[in-house]
């Protein structure tokens, strides 16, 4: 074998540089994700809860719009993982040119829906710790908009490695599944289902 041909079973061998450069690549996304996040936890926590953020009409309460926002944003992001395994092959359709759209503007449509939902959160209730479910909710919420803000910074890196992205985005929706079991499931079997 010619000591020069790269060894498809040890890239980092050939290109020692490639693995810095991939790993400096993924370092302040992760950095800009972790600054989010703690901003996210320190506003809510410094800021005097108000009480009241949104409401919109025909609901009975800012807590049920938060409740169906939630809802909305954690079937989009349902959606989300659906297209990503279309899109990864890991479920296999003969047309997939529809994959990449509506896997882009589900997790846009997703975002947009829960801005409204952090702002009550944020803004009304601020950064809870009188229990372990609120606690767990405002953690998540955190580490949901660091997570987000991470995988939009490395959608726009060309040099990361092809695991990124999905750990990445496997994060965001984990941390939206956990919001979505701590605010709406929890008022679904607590409260029953209400408009």
């Not at 498809?8 to 790993?23: G, K, L, Q």
């Amino acid at each position: 074998m010619d000591p020069l041909s790269p060894n498809p079973t040890d890239a980092t061998a050939v290109h020692p540089e490639s693995t810095r450069i991939t790993n400096t690549a993924l370092i302040v996304p992760a950095l800009v994700g972790c600054f989010v996040a703690a901003a996210v936890g320190v506003y809510g926590r410094l800021h005097e809860p108000t009480g009241v953020a949104v409401n919109i009409a025909g609901f009975s309460s800012p807590q049920t719009v938060k409740v169906w926002l939630a809802t909305l944003a954690a079937l989009l992001a349902l959606l989300q993982v659906f297209s990503a395994l279309v899109m990864y092959g890991k479920i296999r359709m003969r047309n997939t040119d529809w994959t990449g759209p509506v896997h882009r503007w589900s997790g846009r449509a997703a975002f947009v829906v829960s801005i409204p939902v952090a702002l009550h959160c944020l803004y009304a209730l601020g950064f809870g710790d009188y229990n372990t479910r609120v606690l767990v909710h405002s953690l998540l919420g955190c580490f949901f908009y660091g997570g987000f803000a991470t995988k939009m910074l490395l959608l726009t890196r060309r040099n990361i490695p092809g695991w990124a992205l999905p750990l990445v985005g496997g994060l965001v929706f984990t941390g939206l599944a956990g919001l979505f079991v701590t605010s709406s499931l929890w008022f679904f079997t607590t409260f029953g289902v209400k408009f």
